[in-house]
């Protein structure tokens, strides 16, 4: 009866440490505190509150933290930082409303903010996300209610009320609900109307949103944030006017009109460096302007921060109060680690020096899927210093840190999710400015919405602001006026009235777009550098994490530890099933079966692991019945 919802999978360890960790928050029988206090509606729904931490998403990362503190005790010790920060809870189905049995629908995951809540408010993230033909310019996450008016109709009735009237209910007035409204739908309205399943899926987009903006808004404690994607994919002026219009004629529609939002986010449909270091929309090199080469195709706003600034006074031209507020989600659009530049470069060449000089190391600035070399970006944080003319709400993570944006190859499902090649590393995008170059996607990804343990590895090593490293660069005195009403900008440009859909050869098509980091090997961790190879016995032992898991199906990573003193030539993982499992597919081993019997060789590019390393493999596998996991062997040379 419940559709799975990729968010709310875990592994089956995962699940135990997510049920230790909700126990006290009571699934069932959560006795609802007294009412603290229901408030006036805010401005600014984040000031002087804390963030809902989802205990499923904090589970994960603690089954992560475990896998590495052996081999990498000081990533596990940053895990452990991570994991306590506030993660959205994503409602990308209907199923996901009630929850999938034994896990946490959206009144669980309230029942549980209000046993995390203190004596001040509490910020629950949620991220409404099931329109009828759901992503229409791509298909990972591609979603279960068509673009019909049939569609429609069911998500008005059956995902919109259903939520609405759990958040409707006053044991939860105390909560404060920021409710992030459909990325990627409005945006792809404005660049990608040429896409056949874009005009189709459009109005469809607009009834939707202005139905759950009307619903959301009429409960006084729900703050509404429309998707605005990101500066690489509206920063032209050709897009960010009409996209600015576009959200104003869907807010006009409603009942409340502007006041039905309450302000924008970024940065969640695809993702760019909240500031670039050493670059800036009048950057020149050697006399040319920065932004004319291939990376940015002349769009002025190389970075958040930029299009933030833009983005609200084009909002607040268009009519929206100058009241509204913008978030960035910054979950995952930090880029620091070894690749970080230290410098400009030195070449005179404006591709050259820009290739070299960014801190988004991505191909593309349309590489949107599991970028490989991507970091942690600032943590959540209330009304960030240093960009008043972004008028800065927050920093928050909307899109939970280490799950996946696509699978790399077709995984059959049951959640309307499709294969896009935008996550197959192997892929070389057509298109203006990708040159050839191939799409940068981390291998072995699950489903979109899966865990993704190599990638948050990697999330977290690269982190910028590196985690529990030095505080970064104070923001300036000046506090951000976000709740200041200030007046509108003197002469409102009327957005340019590019017919809507028109793709200028400068824009890049469609969703956003990563750098292939040839520096940074995608999952490989760091091997202990203390490992001396000293003579003795190559030793190893092994252990299986299913990422995803869907009706008859999953994805499972397999870990091989080194735990011997010398590096290995040669490792095998075997075990029985005890189950009625079959392996479908599998990377980065050989495998081989008899009857229930499963034996994995390395294969001649990951044989050797270093003492104290590790290295990764995967399978895709059936079941039948319960899908009980193995205990697994491994033996080295
Ligand atoms: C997926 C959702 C998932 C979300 C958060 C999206 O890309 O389509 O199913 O809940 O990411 O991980």
């Not at 032992?541 to 870990?559: C, E, K, P, R, Y």
């Amino acid at each position: 009866m419940q559709t799975y919802s990729g968010r709310f999978r875990i592994s089956t360890a995962g699940a135990i440490a997510a049920a230790a960790l909700v126990g006290a928050s009571g699934l069932a029988a959560l006795a609802i505190p007294a009412q603290v206090f229901a408030e006036a509606h805010q401005t600014n729904p984040y000031v002087g509150a804390t963030q809902y931490v989802n205990p499923l998403w904090k589970a994960e990362v603690e089954s992560e933290a475990v896998a590495q503190q052996a081999t990498n005790p000081s990533l596990a010790a940053k895990m452990r930082i991570v994991e306590n920060q506030p993660t959205a809870v994503w409602l990308d189905s209907m199923g996901a409303i009630a929850g999938p049995a034994g896990g946490m629908g959206l009144a669980a995951h309230l029942n549980a903010a209000l046993s995390q809540k203190g004596s001040g408010p509490e910020v629950v993230n949620i991220i409404v996300y099931d329109l009828p033909g759901r992503d229409c310019n791509a298909l990972a996450s591609n979603g279960e209610l068509p673009a019909t008016a049939a569609g429609l109709a069911t998500y008005e009735t059956s995902y919109i009320d259903p939520i609405v009237a759990i958040l409707g209910n006053s044991a939860y007035s105390s909560l404060r609900i920021a409710a992030v409204i459909e990325p990627d739908s409005l945006p792809n309205i404005v660049t990608n109307s040429g896409v056949p399943a874009c005009q189709t899926a459009g109005p469809f987009y607009e009834s939707g949103i202005e139905y759950a903006l009307n619903k959301l808004h009429a409960l006084g404690n729900v703050y509404n944030f429309v998707d605005a994607a990101h500066s690489g994919w509206l920063g032209w002026s050709s897009n960010s006017g009409p996209a600015a219009n576009e959200f104003a004629k869907v807010a006009r529609a409603t009942t409340a009109g502007m006041a039905s939002v309450d302000g924008f986010i970024t940065d969640t449909a695809n993702t760019t460096p909240l500031q670039e270091q050493f670059i800036t929309g009048s950057s020149t090199v050697n006399g040319q302007q920065a932004i004319s080469g291939t990376f940015y195709q002349y769009n002025p706003d190389v970075d958040e921060q930029s299009y933030t600034a833009d983005m609200y006074s084009r909002l607040v031209s268009a009519g929206f109060p100058s009241s509204i507020g913008m978030v960035v989600d910054t979950s995952r659009n930090g880029w620091g680690g070894s690749a970080r530049p230290t410098a400009p470069s030195t070449s005179t060449v404006v591709d050259t020096w820009v290739t070299a000089t960014k801190d988004d190391r991505r191909p593309h600035r349309g590489a949107w899927c599991n970028p490989s070399g991507a970091g942690l970006g600032n943590l959540p944080t209330a009304t960030p210093g240093g960009y008043p003319n972004s008028h800065l709400f927050a920093f928050i993570w909307a899109k939970p840190p280490g799950e996946s944006d696509g699978s790399s190859v077709a995984i059959p499902n049951n959640q309307g999710k499709g294969f896009d090649r935008m996550c197959d590393p192997t892929y070389a995008p057509p298109g203006a400015g990708w040159n050839g170059q191939l799409t940068g996607a981390l291998p072995n990804a699950p489903l979109s919405g899966g865990w993704f343990p190599a990638q948050f590895d990697q999330l977290v090593t690269n982190a910028n602001p590196a985690i529990g490293g030095p505080t970064p660069t104070p923001p300036p005195a000046t506090p951000t006026p976000v709740r200041t009403p200030t007046p509108p900008p003197a002469t409102p440009t009327p957005a340019t009235p590019t017919p809507v859909g028109t793709v200028t050869p400068t824009q890049p098509p469609v969703t956003p777009t990563p750098v292939r980091t040839p520096t940074q090997p995608p999952a490989t961790p760091t091997p202990r550098p203390t490992a001396t190879p000293s003579p003795g016995t190559a030793k190893c032992s092994a252990s299986l994490h299913v990422d995803n898991q869907w009706g008859n199906g999953f994805v499972a990573t397999i870990t091989v530890f080194n735990t011997g003193t010398v590096a290995t030539k040669t490792w095998k993982v075997t075990w029985t099933w005890s189950g009625n499992q079959s392996i479908v597919n599998s990377w980065n081993a050989a495998v081989t079966t008899a009857g229930t019997a499963v034996t994995a060789l390395n294969m001649s590019y990951n044989n050797v692991i270093a003492p104290g390393g590790n290295t990764t493999w995967g399978l895709q596998a059936g079941f039948t019945g319960t899908n009980t996991l193995p205990t697994l062997s491994c033996s080295a040379t």
